[in-house]
């Protein structure tokens, strides 16, 4: 990313974005611009990610670190925006100094690193939840742990909100001194969407706000393409007749650690089998998973499939990934089997497993 050296109102180049505030808050009260020390900027934005991370690489010639000092304990404010687009405010948590170069004789600037989080990071490794909660939908727990200790009403400048999609059924869960994080990971593993065919429940953050979605209905949400993007080489000089264009150009792309059956045959994208033992009616049972004949029935980005239907040698072989979950019945009062381990483990696990067949990274203009 390029920090814009003209019009701040006006859009020169595809990746041009004004920073307006780089303000580093210490422990003590005291505010500093680090902007005009700034070498590099990156914000991380990951759905397998619970916040939103990032770093900052200062040129340091006043010893900053040590008179402000810099500890890692200090809040980051950053104000930026895309020309001509609304201005984002962001207040950040800065928990480590790293990879500091120390002057030299003919150089006396320091150079460090500064990582930074989101507040609801630091606060979820402060805290425990010792909790149940009964009869409620999975979502609705989540919305409760989010609002009960992870939300910031003091300042509002680190409020966020939280946008959750509906879970099937009611449930009666124990949350065993968990980070509130770790509780939400916990269970957006034991989540199915209300449609009752989608288990890639995760929970991530954006700039925007909080996530608890599966990723499935997130894509099929519409059918129709958000905007379209298209490979080719770029203008050596930008007008703004030709500037969609370049937002519309993909720059860079590669292909990911392509599909690999060894792979998917241990980890259940193909087949799989699951044994649970109730410890109270000590009895065991086995549930297997075809990916021919259960995964046609779950919520699918691509409805074609990696298999053909037929003469195949891989989906029939359910001992080639082979799990064991103990259970308990009656656990809850009234309820037989409130974990429904063979219900969720394999499908979620070939589910989740099945994003990382085909995968691509696309470099584009923002």
């Known amino acids: ?20 505030d780089l303000i580093l808050v210490s422990y003590n009260g005291f505010n500093v611009d680090i902007k005009p020390l700034l070498i590099e900027f990156v914000i991380h934005e990951d759905i397998y990610m619970s916040c939103v991370s990032g770093e900052i690489i200062l040129t340091d010639a006043v010893n900053l670190i040590r008179h402000l000092p810099i500890i890692g304990n200090e809040y980051l404010i950053l104000t930026f925006n895309t020309p001509g687009r609304p201005i984002i405010t962001k207040k950040f948590f800065v928990y ?11 150089d006396k600037q320091n150079i460090y690193t500064i990582y930074f989080t989101s507040a609801e990071n630091i606060v979820s ?55 509130p994080l770790q509780a939400i990971d916990f269970l957006a593993k034991r989540a199915i969407s209300d449609s009752g065919k989608d288990y890639s429940y995760m929970f991530y953050e954006t700039l925007d706000r909080y996530n608890f979605c599966t990723i499935n209905e997130c894509v099929n949400s519409t059918k129709d ?18 500037m969609d264009e370049e937002f519309s150009r993909i720059e860079n792309f590669q292909l990911m650690d392509p599909n690999n059956s060894i792979r998917n045959i241990q980890n259940g994208v193909f087949s799989s089998k ?13 549930t297997d998973f075809s990916y021919n004949t259960d995964y046609y029935g779950l919520n699918l980005i691509n409805p074609n499939g990696m298999l ?5 040698p891989f989906s029939n072989n359910p001992y080639s990934n082979y799990s064991f979950y103990p259970q308990h019945s009656y656990l809850h009062d009234g309820i037989i089997n409130n974990d429904d381990y063979e219900k969720i483990v394999i499908k979620r696990q070939a589910h989740m497993n099945h994003f990382d067949t085909s995968k691509m990274m696309i470099g584009i203009a923002v």
């Open 125 to 179: 490794r402060q805290k425990k939840i010792s909790r149940s909660y009964s009869n409620l939908k999975i979502s609705d727990m989540v919305s409760s742990i989010f609002n009960d200790y992870l939300l910031n009403t003091s300042d509002t400048t680190l409020s966020k909100t939280l946008y959750v999609h509906p879970t099937l059924g009611n449930k009666n869960i124990v949350i065993p001194y968990m980070e």
């Open 225 to 242: 393409a958000l905007h379209t993007y298209t490979y080719f080489k770029s203008n050596l000089s930008i007008s703004p007749k030709y």
């Open 1 to 20: 990313m390029a920090i814009s050296l003209k019009s701040k109102d006006r859009l020169q180049y595809p990746g041009d974005f004004n920073l307006d």
């Open 308 to 312: 053909p239907v037929a003469n195949e």
């Open 274 to 286: 699951i044994l649970t033992h109730d410890i109270t009616t000590k009895s065991f049972k086995e």
């Open 96 to 106: 480590k100094i790293d990879d500091r170069v120390n002057p030299s004789d003919a």
